[in-house]
């Protein structure tokens, strides 16, 4: 048997990669498929892949990767099929092939190209030898490469799904609390200064019950009852007559401040 057509073929050296997508797709190993995302490309593992590709063809008369179809069993688009490593061994094709090819097989059609078989080794492989049967060492690598990529393809999936998740809304600095909690609000409203009340004061009960406000010894009183902490006192603009306003109007004194001294609507009807 002659293997042709290396167009797309380049001499290799063991330090020496490429990271060029060429080839028949059904024939291309991962790391080829995935060349452009790999740091350091991909080697001559590659050709170890396409080997057994072949051996396989060869044994059974299909590929081992197909295209996806309707009919079951039903199959990925064929670079996640390589990707994944997802081929079988159907009885129908594989019925009177021993366990040894099955086994050298798989250690070529590995995923991870650290893990695959490489030259010397298949040489060495039971297959090679006619034997039935692989060895346990061989058994136990392709079990170990098997794990593995299970393992790797399980942690691809978490960050996949990580990715597509909407992130956890958390709340910005100044951003207010809220709380259902009933003492939390009688917390809070006790944290609230008081409106009408001069600096020092003290809350008390009245007999009625409503808090009012008690000046501390030597100031004035403040009667009326507590407005509510939720409510903000506006600010009334300035009259823009100041000292000089002669309005008598009541109302214009409750809708307009005025400067310190200004006694109201008294004064400025000259009373």
């Known amino acids: 048997m002659k293997i042709t057509d290396f167009g797309l073929s380049r001499v290799v050296g063991p330090t020496s990669f490429m990271n060029t997508m060429c080839g028949t797709p059904q024939y291309l190993a991962p790391e080829v498929a995935s060349a452009k995302s790999l740091p350091n490309g991909y080697g001559i593992a590659v050709d170890m892949w396409s080997l057994g590709v072949i051996l396989y063809v060869l044994l059974s008369g299909r590929m081992p990767f197909v295209h996806p179809q309707e009919m ?26 021993s366990n040894s090819v099955r086994n050298l097989i798989d250690s070529l059609l590995t995923v991870q190209p650290e893990r695959r078989a490489t030259a010397k080794e298949v040489m060495e492989h039971s297959w090679m030898k006619s034997l039935l049967e692989p060895t346990e060492d061989e058994v136990a690598k392709v079990k170990e490469s098997r794990e593995a990529l299970t393992h790797e393809l399980s942690k691809k999936r978490e960050r996949e799904a990580r ?11 100044g951003s207010p609390r809220i709380t259902s909690s009933p003492s939390g609000e009688k917390e809070n409203q006790a944290k609230k200064p008081r409106i009408d009340a001069p600096p020092n004061a003290s809350p008390m009960k009245t007999s009625m019950g409503s808090p009012r406000a008690v000046s501390p010894r030597g100031t004035s009183p403040v009667f009326g009852s507590v407005p509510n902490p939720a409510s903000k006192a506006k600010a009334k603009p300035m009259c823009r007559y100041g000292d000089a306003c002669y309005r008598t109007n009541p109302a214009h004194y409750e ?6 001294g200004h006694l109201g609507p008294r004064a400025a009807a000259g009373l």
């Open 72 to 97: 079951p069993p039903e199959r990925p688009p064929i670079l996640k099929q390589i990707q994944e490593g997802l081929y079988d061994f159907s009885e129908e094709q594989w019925s009177g092939r």
């Open 255 to 260: 809708e307009f401040s005025h400067p310190p």
């Open 163 to 173: 990715s597509l998740s909407p992130p956890f809304a958390r709340p910005t600095a």
